[in-house]
């Protein structure tokens, strides 16, 4: 019966997958809407009060971390500039806040609430930047450290990953100064200055000093998911047509191994027959690991998102899959198939490993090396560690054991992390404030998701106990995804002004007690 069931299952599953395809969804625009309305009014007020041109300037500032240098600041000047200009464009702020200098060039604001028993929420962002190559195959529109506002858009390093939210939450924050509200939970906000080189001088600084003053934290707001306006799709299909809202609930894990290969060296005149070379044994490991990647898993957080976006899939093969993604017989199918979707879907059910350098030890063109090395870069599922990379290396290496080591490196490894609830009371804040500001007419599925990045969270995830949300307010299309790091990064008006009323939205509702935070109408109301 189980076999039967099973057959059932892959049927339906090779009958989802032919049909996945689909046109693009039709987003309904309704003008007439009040809520519509409103939200422009706000809009239209934000530009008058300046806020798109704050946030070209502080692109301006070519705030580039340096992992090699001391403190991870190479040169100073653009990160002081940023500083002078943020204390001059939010006076209320700064003069209504706690503001630390940590590592020098992070910053750290506390807005006391009313009620000390109450855990502080803690939004978080970054002010660093990664550089932003010029010259052939890097033609920018506007220069990335221009400060440009033309055709709509706001444009620069920094509009989407991530300085916009550091401008986003400095906004929300002197709006909802200027209405008198006062939190009753403590509200802080860490401005990192190295998150693209690890972190560590800027949050992981931050963190521990909030650790040393015992602060325990209620709930953490970073960077990670955000709208997808085109929907969820891989290379060839459509899995969602409607605008999601991505939230990241966990984010995957880091670790570099490295795979010693020793061979029959000599004369490069006489080379060994029996594929004894370290270039012949290298080929057969890395052979190995192209025919047998890792085995999937398809586990939380991927299940909540697949369970999350099912109502809005068409087919209903497919949809019943993803309903049934916990069930004990879709789970390894569902799993497989989604194995098999392209490289963007494959990484939220394997942990992947990479090759990224391979070397054959030549020291001359005549001599036959006798050692060599492949180093892999693998990215972790939740609940997977060193051991399963371990394992799963020591079964592509199985036909070459005698002559492999496996080496774990030292640098940089960072285990899988906690995977957030994706229900109860912090998931559904956020929830609420996405579809209160960011919701589009035609309606806006939101899922929790798998960052298979990392981010500057990680820092702060055990004050919190885990409770850890990734999510920027911002509508990306599939377009803007190349933006990020790429060429030609920039936000919408229109998308960074949303932002800001998400900011105002989220911090009202996680810096409310439970009380008033039920008393859902009366805050939205403030919020108007
Ligand atoms: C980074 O800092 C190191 C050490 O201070 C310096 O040698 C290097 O030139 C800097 N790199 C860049 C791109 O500025
Ligand atoms: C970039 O600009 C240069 C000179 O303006 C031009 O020759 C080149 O074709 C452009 N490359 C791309 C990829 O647009």
């Not at 200009?85 to 702020?93: A, D, I, Q």
Request: charged letters at 20%; proline letters at 7%.
């Amino acid at each position: 019966m189980g076999r039967s069931l099973h057959i059932i299952v892959l049927a339906l599953a090779v009958v989802a997958y032919g049909l996945l395809k689909a046109a693009p969804g039709a987003f309904r625009q309704d003008p007439e809407d009040a809520a519509v309305q409103q939200l422009q009014l706000e809009l239209d007020a934000e530009v008058e009060r300046g806020a798109v041109g704050r946030l070209a300037t502080a692109l301006s500032f070519a705030t580039l971390a340096n992992s090699s240098a001391p403190n991870h600041i190479g040169n100073p000047a653009p990160f002081q500039q940023l500083h002078d200009f943020l204390e001059r464009s939010f006076p209320l702020v700064y003069e209504r806040l706690k503001h630390e200098r940590v590592s020098e060039y992070s910053i750290l604001f506390t807005w006391q609430g009313s009620n000390p028993e109450l855990r502080p929420v803690l939004a978080m962002s970054h002010m660093d930047v990664v550089p932003a190559p010029e010259g052939p195959g890097y033609n920018w529109t506007h220069p990335p450290f221009s400060g440009t506002v033309a055709d709509g858009y706001i444009w620069g390093r920094g509009a989407l990953d991530v300085k916009v939210t550091v401008l986003q939450q400095l906004e929300a924050v002197a709006a909802l100064l200027r209405q008198g509200y006062a939190p009753q939970r403590t509200i802080l906000l860490a401005f990192g200055h190295d998150e693209e080189v690890g972190g560590g001088s800027g949050a992981g600084a931050m963190a521990a000093l909030l650790a040393s003053r015992g602060v325990e934290l209620e709930l953490v707001l970073d960077e990670g998911g955000i709208v997808l306006m085109d929907g969820v799709s891989g290379p060839n299909f459509k899995l969602v047509e409607r605008p999601v809202a991505l939230i990241g609930t966990a984010e995957k894990g880091i670790e570099d191994w490295e795979i010693r290969v020793a061979g029959v060296g000599g004369h490069s005149s006489m080379p060994p027959t029996d594929g004894s070379s370290v270039a012949a044994r290298i080929s057969r490991v890395l052979a190995a690991m192209d025919a047998y990647p890792t085995p999937t898993k398809l586990g939380a957080p991927v299940t909540d998102w697949l369970q999350a976006l099912a109502p809005a899939v068409k087919l209903a093969p497919l949809r019943m899959l993803l309903q049934n993604a916990n069930n004990w017989i879709v789970n390894p199918v569902l799993g497989q198939l989604l194995g098999q979707a392209g490289k963007e879907i494959n990484p939220f059910v394997r942990t992947t490993c990479g090759v990224v350098q391979i070397e054959a030890g030549g020291i001359a063109h005549n001599v036959l090396p006798r050692s060599g090395s492949i180093k892999v870069n693998c990215r972790l599922l939740p609940g997977h560690d060193s051991s399963f990379v371990q394992e799963y290396l020591e079964m592509v290496t199985r036909k070459e054991a005698a002559h492999v080591t496996l080496h774990k490196l030292p640098l940089g490894s960072v285990p899988a992390s906690h995977v957030a609830a994706s229900s109860g009371p912090h998931w559904q804040l956020i929830k609420q404030a996405i579809l209160e500001t960011l919701q589009p007419p035609g309606g806006l599925q939101v899922a929790p998701y798998l960052v298979s990045g990392m981010t500057d969270s990680r820092h702060y995830s055990s004050l919190a106990g885990g409770r850890v949300y990734r999510f920027c307010p911002h509508r990306y299309t599939r377009a803007d995804i190349g933006r990020v790091h790429g060429v030609d990064e920039r936000i919408a008006a229109e998308d960074f002004l949303r932002g800001i009323g998400y900011y105002r939205r989220i911090l009202q509702l996680a810096s409310a007690d439970e009380s008033s935070t039920e008393a859902g109408p009366e805050g939205a109301a403030a919020t108007a």
